[in-house]
């Protein structure tokens, strides 16, 4: 018996170390606060998780969609690693469908409409992106709003069957449906 609790001790003590070993941690290039923080929302809608993770950038100022962000180009849509769109379940965007899964999220942002881009590769720096590797791509119309300092990403009017995911930033909001398959 204290043999089994020594090799233990030992394993939780090994695990502290290493998992304290700034390469070990997720490559960030170092461990200072960023100037865009990482964020996640999830919701569930039905049984289906729906969870996206993306760095926050800031407006600070600038002129963000037709400038800082060029229309007509593909967007990391964040900042830092790829922003990642998960799903527990097959689901459909717009009408389109998606496996579940993890998958990487890009936009290719317009002034009357926006490309969304569900990409294979989930696990990647943002501006890698390869359109070989695309899952999913589909349309959607960006409406003005109130401006929002950092880029945010919510859900609204969530039912057991759907939901509207919006991504806001500065003053234009890019809402997209999301639907579960009915059991």
Known sequence: ???????????????????????MAQERGNEEPRTSPNAAVSQTIGTTEVRITYGRP???GREIFGALVAYGE???TGANEAT???VSSD???????????????????????????????A?????NY?????????????????SRE???????????????????WADVRVPFDIRVAEN
């Open 58 to 60: 800031q407006v600070k």
């Open 150 to 168: 950092m880029m945010t990403f919510l859900f609204e009017e969530v039912t057991a069957r759907r939901g509207t995911c919006v991504l806001h």
């Open 1 to 23: 018996m204290v043999k089994h609790v020594s090799v233990f001790a030992f394993s939780v003590c090994l695990f502290a170390v290493v998992s304290a070993i700034p390469g």
């Open 84 to 86: 990642t769109f998960s």
């Open 123 to 127: 696990d990647q720096w943002g501006t």
């Open 74 to 76: 593909v967007w990391r």
């Open 91 to 121: 689901i459909t965007i717009e009408g389109e469908p998606l496996p579940a899964g993890t998958y990487s999220l890009y936009t290719i942002p317009g002034a009357d409409q926006w490309t969304l881009i569900f990409n294979n590769v």
């Open 130 to 146: 390869d359109q070989n590797e695309d899952a999913l791509r589909v349309q959607v119309s960006p409406e003005s709003a109130t």
